[in-house]
């Protein structure tokens, strides 16, 4: 009798064969699974995958100059901030308050005339603040202040007339007007 000689590649292969339809073979016989309830359908929302927007800490908030910067007060300052939350009728306006005659000066563009910095929400503001004080104050305290005006606020803040040097004080402020913000400065004049 001849033996018959099978090559090593030929048997591995064999028990791949023999290997994938025996699995195949106890997967049929096997007994379906049980059948399992429906998942819940899920009654919350799909979760955001953006980053949320901070929110609004101060309505206005004064962001220039820093807290006792010294300032020449024929030069001016520039003031800038940020706005956030304000309503459809609110606007932001800056106040020069001088705590020794407890008054606070309306900071306006004299080309312009008074109005208002910002009149909606999520922005910025610039304005110069010039001048502040008078001539011969040596580092005099004024307190830069950001007002929220709701609409009667910023309709007192524009029926008011300046005074004889083209001030518009007010002693105090109007009471709907809300202060939001405030920065002590020195202010000084040769």
Known sequence: MKKLVIPGIFVLVAAVI????GLAQANINKP?????PPSPISTEPPRSTTVPTPACVKR???????TGAEIDGTQ??????TVCGLGAEESVWLFDFDPYDQNYYLVYDPE???QAVA???DTE???LDQPIGDPGDQRKKYVIT???APTACADELRKKKPDGEGNYVFHPLPPTCEIKDQRQIFESQR
């Open 18 to 21: 023999t290997g994938i339809f």
């Open 32 to 36: 379906p699974p049980a059948s399992q």
């Open 60 to 66: 206005a908030a004064i962001t220039t100059p820093t």
């Open 76 to 81: 001016g300052v520039k003031v800038g901030g």
């Open 112 to 114: 312009v005339g008074p």
């Open 119 to 121: 009149n909606s929400n």
């Open 125 to 127: 503001f610039a304005m």
């Open 146 to 148: 950001a007002v929220v």
